[in-house]
């Protein structure tokens, strides 16, 4: 059995993760900004008497995360596998996002993502293997209008999957994507409502992400559906690099390959029943009406 590091395990894909990879007699070290406000965690390890640990962990705070990395050390001498699932969400045009989100963005999605690596990569490559599973999101397969820096976000993860993949292959250790679509997680409940003082002059295009998520809501996959993909990742012989979850994602997915980059932007920039048709006829699913 292994030795699991779960990041952003206090609600959602991550407290999945944690708790099914625990269920399956690994021992899970569910990490989180703040162990007193996990009672749900708490309560699902206590109810099944998991092999999992609740860890203090701020991914944006290096001493934070070395010291929790020391703690799994001292307790178990391994870290085998390493799900990086922590991240935060924004919707929102480029101009109308004030600099200090977009910043807080990409330290918690990204640069959040490389402390953690930094601190766990040493002792997979000392160890001559491990896994590391990067949760990236669809968004870094299909951008649209006023999802810019998320999906940006996401795109970093996918560049640094890729590298990490090649750095660490000759160690014995497996870097593994997993990208959801729409995820019914408290997330979803974090984006902040329009300020309805403030001119917003890109309502078509954040009507347009407000219908795509209404529609994919309506099929939308849950936690324990990803953490079965990390799950997969995790135990195949041999990992795929990527893995698509969800009907929406696998829908866009499918749809985006079907075109040439400039087609995938010619077709979003068209407005109106043109882009309803032109959408509809490419997905096969009419999302936007």
């Not at 999945?16 to 990879?21: F, G, K, R, V, W």
């Not at 699902?44 to 990395?69: C, F, G, N, R, Y």
């Not at 330290?107 to 990569?121: C, D, H, I, S």
């Not at 209008?145 to 640094?160: D, E, I, N, P």
Request: proline share 4%; net charge negative.
């Amino acid at each position: 059995m292994s030795t699991i590091l779960v990041t952003g395990a206090s609600t959602g894909i991550g407290q999945e993760a944690a708790l099914h990879m625990a269920r399956k007699g690994n021992t899970a070290y569910a990490a989180v900004r703040n162990p007193d406000g996990v009672d749900e965690l708490h309560a699902a390890i206590a109810a099944e008497s998991l092999p999992v640990t609740v860890l203090k962990m701020d991914i944006t705070q290096p001493k934070s995360i070395e010291a929790a990395v020391a703690q799994i050390m001292q307790e178990t001498g391994r870290i085998d596998v390493l799900v990086n699932n922590a991240g935060v969400g924004a919707g929102q045009a480029v101009e109308m996002t004030p600099i200090e989100d977009v910043r807080w963005i990409f330290e918690t999605n990204y640069f959040g993502t490389v402390n953690v690596l930094r601190a766990v990569t040493p002792i997979m490559r000392k160890q001559g293997q491990g896994r590391i599973i990067n949760v990236g999101s669809l968004a870094a397969r299909n951008t649209v209008g006023c999802h810019a820096h998320y999906s940006a976000s996401k795109w970093a993860m996918v560049g640094l999957s890729e590298s990490l993949a090649m750095e660490m292959a000759e160690f014995n250790v497996q870097v593994a994507l997993v990208e959801p679509g729409c995820v019914i997680t408290p997330m979803l409940g974090k984006v902040a409502p329009l300020d309805e003082t403030i001119e917003q002059p890109y309502l078509n295009s954040l009507g347009r992400l407000g219908t795509w998520f209404e529609y994919a809501l309506q099929n939308p996959s849950m936690p324990t559906d990803v953490a079965a993909a990390i799950a997969e990742a995790i135990e195949a012989d041999a990992p795929k690099f990527r893995y698509t979850v969800g009907k929406d994602a696998n829908e866009m997915v499918a749809a985006r390959a079907k075109v040439s980059d400039d087609e995938w932007v010619r077709i979003n920039c068209l407005q109106g029943e043109a882009f309803y048709d032109a959408m509809a006829e490419l997905v096969g699913v009419d999302y936007y009406r």
